[in-house]
């Protein structure tokens, strides 16, 4: 993953552990306050979150501890890597777009952030400026040009 989505994960994990969990059990003290815990929603609704959110610090947990970092601005060359930012132009619609190729825990389409398991990234690793690579998606297939390659 990018020093950036390891800082994310850690602010995640220690707004989770810190705000978070004593937030939930304030909560479940306040609804076991209420008495009969059997017909009590507002515990059972608090202990769901209880359970939800010590899952995804355990996740989280697991995802730093074996994480590995790399720091994309060390890298360079013109071959699409983990970390590369690539430009692509839609060889049908003449459409260009931009993605940078990022771990699964830091991807978002809407910041043009891509999982380097995603179906584009697994068809772009390896190309160079120049190539043509065709992806399947949902929609169905899509051709790419390679315009550029950058790491930063």
Not at 15 to 43: K, Q, T
Not at 75 to 96: M, P
Request: charged content about 30%; aromatic content about 4%; glycine content about 8%.
């Amino acid at each position: 993953m990018t020093p950036a989505g390891f800082r994310q994960l850690e602010d995640e994990h220690k707004r989770r552990v810190s705000v978070e969990r004593p937030r939930i059990i304030r909560a479940i003290a306040e609804a076991r306050a209420h008495g009969d815990l059997s017909e009590n929603a507002e515990y059972h609704a608090a202990k769901e979150q209880q359970g939800l959110n010590e899952s995804r610090i355990v996740e989280i947990e697991a995802s730093l501890s074996h994480a590995e970092v790399i720091d994309i601005s060390k890298l360079s060359g013109d071959i699409v890597t983990f970390g590369a930012t690539v430009k692509l132009v839609d060889e049908d619609t003449d459409v260009e777009v931009s993605y940078q190729i990022v771990g699964e825990n830091e991807a978002d389409v809407k910041q043009a952030l891509i999982s380097v398991k995603s179906p584009i990234a697994r068809a772009l690793i390896g190309k160079k400026v120049g190539d043509s690579v065709e992806v399947t998606t949902p929609g169905g297939g899509k051709s790419y040009e390679i315009l550029a390659v950058q790491f930063r």
